[in-house]
T-cell receptor
Framework: DTGVSQDPRHKITKRGQNVTFRCDPI?????LYWYRQTLGQGPEFLTY????????KSRLLSDRFSAERPKGSFSTLEIQRTEQGDSAMYLC????????????FGSGTRLTVV | QKEVEQDPGPLSVPEGAIVSLNCTYS??????FMWYRQYSRKGPELLMY????GNKEDGRFTAQVDKSSKYISLFIRDSQPSDSATYLC????????????FGKGTKLTVNP
Protein backbone atom coordinates (compact mmCIF):
# COMPACT_ATOMS: atom_id res chain seq x y z
CA ASP A 1 0.00 0.00 0.00
CA THR A 2 1.53 3.28 -1.12
CA GLY A 3 -0.47 5.62 1.11
CA VAL A 4 -3.28 8.03 0.31
CA SER A 5 -3.63 8.80 -3.38
CA GLN A 6 -5.40 11.84 -4.83
CA ASP A 7 -6.30 12.53 -8.41
CA PRO A 8 -5.83 14.82 -10.22
CA ARG A 9 -2.86 16.65 -8.69
CA HIS A 10 -3.80 19.89 -10.42
CA LYS A 11 -7.03 21.15 -11.95
CA ILE A 12 -7.63 24.42 -13.73
CA THR A 13 -11.25 25.18 -14.50
CA LYS A 14 -13.36 28.07 -15.65
CA ARG A 15 -15.75 29.72 -13.25
CA GLY A 16 -19.13 28.03 -13.35
CA GLN A 17 -17.83 24.60 -14.34
CA ASN A 18 -18.21 21.47 -12.19
CA VAL A 19 -15.17 19.58 -10.96
CA THR A 20 -14.72 16.22 -9.24
CA PHE A 21 -11.73 15.00 -7.25
CA ARG A 22 -10.94 11.46 -6.19
CA CYS A 23 -9.23 10.11 -3.10
CA ASP A 24 -8.04 6.54 -2.54
CA PRO A 25 -7.29 6.03 1.16
CA ILE A 26 -5.07 3.44 2.80
CA UNK A 27 -7.07 0.27 2.26
CA UNK A 28 -7.56 -0.78 5.89
CA UNK A 29 -8.48 2.74 7.09
CA UNK A 30 -12.13 3.23 7.99
CA UNK A 31 -12.09 7.02 8.32
CA LEU A 32 -11.70 9.41 5.42
CA TYR A 33 -11.46 13.19 5.76
CA TRP A 34 -11.56 16.08 3.32
CA TYR A 35 -9.83 19.34 4.21
CA ARG A 36 -9.27 22.53 2.23
CA GLN A 37 -6.10 24.59 2.50
CA THR A 38 -5.65 28.06 1.08
CA LEU A 39 -2.31 29.86 0.72
CA GLY A 40 -0.80 30.73 4.09
CA GLN A 41 -3.48 28.93 6.06
CA GLY A 42 -3.75 25.59 7.79
CA PRO A 43 -6.07 22.86 6.56
CA GLU A 44 -9.74 23.52 7.26
CA PHE A 45 -12.16 20.66 7.89
CA LEU A 46 -14.80 20.01 5.22
CA THR A 47 -16.33 16.61 5.88
CA TYR A 48 -15.58 13.06 6.95
CA UNK A 49 -16.75 9.49 6.48
CA UNK A 50 -16.67 6.41 8.62
CA UNK A 51 -16.76 3.59 6.10
CA UNK A 52 -19.50 4.68 3.66
CA UNK A 53 -21.41 6.93 6.09
CA UNK A 54 -20.86 10.69 5.94
CA UNK A 55 -20.85 11.63 9.62
CA UNK A 56 -20.20 15.35 9.61
CA LYS A 57 -20.15 18.22 7.15
CA SER A 58 -18.71 21.64 7.95
CA ARG A 59 -21.15 24.54 8.10
CA LEU A 60 -18.67 26.34 5.86
CA LEU A 61 -19.43 23.88 3.09
CA SER A 62 -22.00 25.33 0.73
CA ASP A 63 -24.63 23.30 -1.12
CA ARG A 64 -22.38 23.38 -4.16
CA PHE A 65 -20.07 20.86 -2.47
CA SER A 66 -20.92 17.17 -2.22
CA ALA A 67 -18.86 14.17 -1.20
CA GLU A 68 -19.43 10.45 -1.44
CA ARG A 69 -17.65 7.32 -0.35
CA PRO A 70 -19.48 4.43 -2.00
CA LYS A 71 -18.77 1.03 -0.48
CA GLY A 72 -16.45 2.64 2.07
CA SER A 73 -13.48 2.62 -0.27
CA PHE A 74 -12.47 5.59 -2.45
CA SER A 75 -14.17 8.98 -2.07
CA THR A 76 -15.12 11.74 -4.47
CA LEU A 77 -15.55 15.44 -3.77
CA GLU A 78 -17.59 17.39 -6.30
CA ILE A 79 -17.84 21.16 -6.56
CA GLN A 80 -20.65 22.48 -8.74
CA ARG A 81 -20.68 25.92 -10.38
CA THR A 82 -17.15 26.70 -9.24
CA GLU A 83 -16.28 30.20 -8.02
CA GLN A 84 -12.89 31.90 -7.78
CA GLY A 85 -13.07 31.58 -4.00
CA ASP A 86 -12.99 27.79 -4.40
CA SER A 87 -9.35 27.99 -5.55
CA ALA A 88 -7.40 26.03 -2.93
CA MET A 89 -5.61 22.78 -2.17
CA TYR A 90 -8.08 20.01 -1.39
CA LEU A 91 -6.52 17.46 0.94
CA CYS A 92 -7.75 13.98 1.68
CA UNK A 93 -6.63 12.05 4.75
CA UNK A 94 -7.43 8.63 6.15
CA UNK A 95 -7.13 7.10 9.60
CA UNK A 96 -8.07 3.99 11.51
CA UNK A 97 -10.32 4.28 14.52
CA UNK A 98 -10.36 3.37 17.33
CA UNK A 99 -6.60 2.96 16.96
CA UNK A 100 -5.42 6.50 17.56
CA UNK A 101 -2.39 6.81 15.33
CA UNK A 102 -3.19 10.07 13.55
CA UNK A 103 -3.86 10.80 9.91
CA UNK A 104 -2.13 9.96 6.69
CA PHE A 105 -2.64 12.76 4.19
CA GLY A 106 -2.50 12.59 0.44
CA SER A 107 -0.55 15.13 -1.60
CA GLY A 108 -3.71 17.04 -2.40
CA THR A 109 -5.47 18.35 -5.49
CA ARG A 110 -4.69 21.98 -6.31
CA LEU A 111 -7.73 23.69 -7.84
CA THR A 112 -7.45 26.95 -9.72
CA VAL A 113 -10.68 28.63 -10.86
CA VAL A 114 -10.15 31.22 -13.59
CA GLN B 1 -10.67 34.77 18.37
CA LYS B 2 -9.61 31.71 16.41
CA GLU B 3 -9.55 28.39 18.25
CA VAL B 4 -5.88 27.85 17.41
CA GLU B 5 -3.34 30.63 16.93
CA GLN B 6 0.06 30.06 15.37
CA ASP B 7 2.62 32.67 14.38
CA PRO B 8 3.03 32.14 10.64
CA GLY B 9 6.60 33.46 10.63
CA PRO B 10 8.47 33.04 8.34
CA LEU B 11 11.36 31.86 10.48
CA SER B 12 14.90 31.66 9.10
CA VAL B 13 17.74 30.08 11.12
CA PRO B 14 21.28 28.85 10.48
CA GLU B 15 21.99 25.14 10.36
CA GLY B 16 22.53 23.70 13.83
CA ALA B 17 20.27 26.22 15.59
CA ILE B 18 17.58 25.29 18.09
CA VAL B 19 14.15 26.13 16.73
CA SER B 20 11.09 26.84 18.86
CA LEU B 21 7.62 26.77 17.31
CA ASN B 22 4.49 27.59 19.29
CA CYS B 23 0.72 27.54 19.26
CA THR B 24 -1.92 28.81 21.65
CA TYR B 25 -5.50 27.67 21.79
CA SER B 26 -8.75 28.70 23.41
CA UNK B 27 -10.81 25.48 23.53
CA UNK B 28 -10.37 23.78 26.91
CA UNK B 29 -11.76 20.54 25.47
CA UNK B 30 -8.63 19.94 23.39
CA UNK B 31 -6.65 17.05 24.83
CA UNK B 32 -4.80 15.66 21.82
CA PHE B 33 -2.02 17.72 20.28
CA MET B 34 -0.11 17.10 17.10
CA TRP B 35 2.59 18.65 14.98
CA TYR B 36 2.51 18.05 11.25
CA ARG B 37 5.28 18.92 8.81
CA GLN B 38 4.38 20.00 5.29
CA TYR B 39 6.89 20.28 2.49
CA SER B 40 6.09 22.47 -0.49
CA ARG B 41 3.38 21.01 -2.75
CA LYS B 42 2.90 18.01 -0.47
CA GLY B 43 0.32 16.95 2.09
CA PRO B 44 1.10 17.29 5.81
CA GLU B 45 2.83 14.39 7.55
CA LEU B 46 2.49 13.60 11.24
CA LEU B 47 5.63 14.46 13.17
CA MET B 48 4.72 14.38 16.87
CA TYR B 49 1.60 13.40 18.83
CA UNK B 50 1.03 14.02 22.52
CA UNK B 51 -1.90 13.49 24.81
CA UNK B 52 -2.73 15.99 27.59
CA UNK B 53 0.11 17.85 29.29
CA GLY B 54 3.79 16.98 29.38
CA ASN B 55 6.77 16.44 27.11
CA LYS B 56 7.52 13.95 24.39
CA GLU B 57 10.88 13.50 22.70
CA ASP B 58 11.69 11.81 19.41
CA GLY B 59 15.23 12.22 18.19
CA ARG B 60 15.90 15.90 17.57
CA PHE B 61 12.25 16.83 18.15
CA THR B 62 10.57 17.62 21.49
CA ALA B 63 6.89 18.44 21.88
CA GLN B 64 5.62 20.19 25.00
CA VAL B 65 2.06 20.76 26.11
CA ASP B 66 1.01 23.12 28.90
CA LYS B 67 -2.75 22.77 29.24
CA SER B 68 -2.94 25.25 32.12
CA SER B 69 -1.61 27.96 29.79
CA LYS B 70 -3.24 26.52 26.66
CA TYR B 71 0.15 26.57 24.98
CA ILE B 72 2.05 23.96 22.98
CA SER B 73 5.57 24.00 21.61
CA LEU B 74 7.78 22.07 19.24
CA PHE B 75 11.55 22.25 19.65
CA ILE B 76 13.95 21.15 16.95
CA ARG B 77 17.57 20.65 18.03
CA ASP B 78 20.53 20.74 15.67
CA SER B 79 18.29 21.93 12.84
CA GLN B 80 19.14 20.73 9.33
CA PRO B 81 18.36 22.18 5.89
CA SER B 82 16.07 19.17 5.36
CA ASP B 83 13.92 20.52 8.24
CA SER B 84 12.93 23.46 6.00
CA ALA B 85 9.16 23.13 5.71
CA THR B 86 5.92 24.51 7.12
CA TYR B 87 5.07 23.21 10.59
CA LEU B 88 1.39 22.96 11.50
CA CYS B 89 0.04 22.44 14.97
CA UNK B 90 -3.24 20.52 15.19
CA UNK B 91 -5.57 19.71 18.05
CA UNK B 92 -8.58 17.59 18.83
CA UNK B 93 -10.96 17.00 21.71
CA UNK B 94 -11.50 13.36 20.77
CA UNK B 95 -8.29 11.91 19.37
CA UNK B 96 -5.58 12.19 16.75
CA UNK B 97 -7.64 10.20 14.28
CA UNK B 98 -10.72 12.39 14.78
CA UNK B 99 -11.57 15.83 13.37
CA UNK B 100 -8.61 18.19 13.81
CA UNK B 101 -8.32 21.97 14.14
CA PHE B 102 -5.11 23.28 12.60
CA GLY B 103 -3.06 26.38 13.14
CA LYS B 104 -1.98 28.52 10.17
CA GLY B 105 1.44 26.94 10.04
CA THR B 106 4.93 28.40 10.53
CA LYS B 107 7.26 28.39 7.54
CA LEU B 108 10.80 27.45 8.61
CA THR B 109 13.94 27.81 6.53
CA VAL B 110 17.22 26.34 7.79
CA ASN B 111 20.17 27.86 5.97
CA PRO B 112 23.30 25.74 5.40
Amino acid sequence: DTGVSQDPRHKITKRGQNVTFRCDPISEHNRLYWYRQTLGQGPEFLTYFQNEAQLEKSRLLSDRFSAERPKGSFSTLEIQRTEQGDSAMYLCASSLVPWDLGYTFGSGTRLTVV
Amino acid sequence: QKEVEQDPGPLSVPEGAIVSLNCTYSNSAFQYFMWYRQYSRKGPELLMYTYSSGNKEDGRFTAQVDKSSKYISLFIRDSQPSDSATYLCAMSAEGGSEKLVFGKGTKLTVNP
